[in-house]
């Protein structure tokens, strides 16, 4: 067994900062401080799987690198699970700006093995979860310890893997981009994926009438058991919205599928409608005339990610706390719908943009 293995790259005095460049890999965040260590389990190296550089699933590869050390402030977690969210397909395509190679994965769950400086928040030994950490394709990951939550007795390490990200983006649509009211018809795109599943439950326990769109039949039950009152292809969708509504439109639509629904989903917008385009599945949405919006109605249009829906050490407790209440209710339940090794990420990806997947991908060390 080794001890403290870390500290062989750390000098006796001069720049922390600078010898931990030099020694640790890119991606990994140098140790600023001395953590307090869980001896048994600190390991000497981590297992990541990272993007070489931009491209398809095949710039994915696994290999051992020096573990990751905790900073101030932060925490060293041994991954459970990591969730994959659509995100990491567009910073490993170079779709989203990163540095090379990149390590992807801000959502993971796992047990704390060390702590940093000034962490009074948690100790070793508990579970955690995060949508905010740092490299979760990864057998070891940093995070803030104020990005993290404490799961919950009766929540797998599964669910609170695959809870995170998912969850915070569906509980912030329908409460905080456009608050939902009981009673209230919403569109939702791709009601068999992860957002979609949850944001359907969630709509379901709100009261609203929820109408849905995906691509094949089965995922078309999928959408069903998930609550959907009405599961549509997307050919014509919004036509069949305009019928389902008797010609109104709904009041708000949340399209994560992006450039091929956004048209169709302005057109089944009521008059004062609320377009929430939260992602691009298809593709990104190409430059759009803000003036279609008065002929369409006076419309409102927005693009909001979960960063700008968790601010404060408040946002993200009431999140949470409403997630974990809603999961141990039985409102919510989480389709884990493929658990893939950690070296297999590039076939995650593969299925999840070749639309083969429904619910929520995790990746397992
Ligand atoms: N802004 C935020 O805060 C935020 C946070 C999380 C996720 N998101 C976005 O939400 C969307 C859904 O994410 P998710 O992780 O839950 O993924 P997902 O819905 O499980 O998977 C994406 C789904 O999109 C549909 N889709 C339609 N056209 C597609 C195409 N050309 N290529 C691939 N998929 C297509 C597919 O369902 P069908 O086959 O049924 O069409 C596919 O299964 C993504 O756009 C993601 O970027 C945004």
């Keep these: 067994m080794h001890m403290f293995p870390a500290f062989d790259v750390r000098p006796s005095s001069g720049n922390l900062a600078d010898v931990s460049a030099q020694t640790q890999p890119e991606g990994i965040s140098p140790r600023m401080s001395e953590p307090t260590m869980f001896e048994e389990d600190f390991p000497d190296t981590a297992v990541v799987t990272r993007a070489r550089e931009a491209g398809g699933p095949e710039v994915f590869e696994t290999l051992e690198v020096p573990a990751p050390t905790p900073g101030r402030g932060q925490l060293l977690v041994k991954t459970a699970a990591a969730g994959v969210n659509f995100i990491e397909t567009y910073q490993r395509s170079g779709v989203y700006p990163v540095e090379y190679p990149f390590v992807p994965g801000s959502e993971g769950a796992g047990e704390i093995i060390a702590v940093g400086e000034g962490v009074e928040s948690f100790s070793t030994g508990q579970r955690v979860a995060s949508t905010e950490a740092i490299g979760t394709y990864s057998t070891h990951f940093v995070v ?80 069903e058991a998930a609550g959907a009152d009405y599961v549509l292809g997307y050919e014509g969708f919004a036509e069949k919205v305009r019928q389902i509504t008797n010609d109104e439109g709904v009041s708000v639509v949340y399209d994560g599928v992006g450039k091929d629904t956004f048209t169709g989903s302005l057109d089944s917008l009521a008059v004062r409608g609320t377009m929430v385009l939260f992602g691009g599945a298809s593709g990104q949405v190409p430059p759009y005339d803000l003036q279609d919006l008065n002929k369409r109605g006076g419309l409102y249009i927005t693009r909001p990610a979960v960063h700008w829906y968790l601010r404060n050490a408040e946002e993200r407790t009431w999140r949470f706390t409403e997630l974990f209440a809603a999961l141990t209710s039985g409102d919510l339940k989480l389709n884990i719908g493929g658990s893939y090794p950690l070296a297999e990420a590039g076939r995650a990806h593969q299925d999840l943009e070749g639309r083969k997947t429904t619910g929520k991908l995790l990746l397992k060390p």
């Design 144 to 223: 803030d310890a104020a990005k993290a939550v404490a799961v919950p007795d009766g929540v797998s390490d599964e669910q609170a893997a695959a809870l995170p990200l998912q969850g915070v983006t569906a509980h912030y649509l329908i409460n905080s981009t456009y608050r939902v009211s009981p009673g209230e018809t919403v569109l939702t795109h791709a009601g068999a994926g992860g957002v979609g599943q949850i944001l359907t439950q969630l709509l379901k326990a709100r009261g609203a009438r929820v109408i849905t769109t995906t691509s094949t039949p089965e995922k078309a039950e999928v959408a």
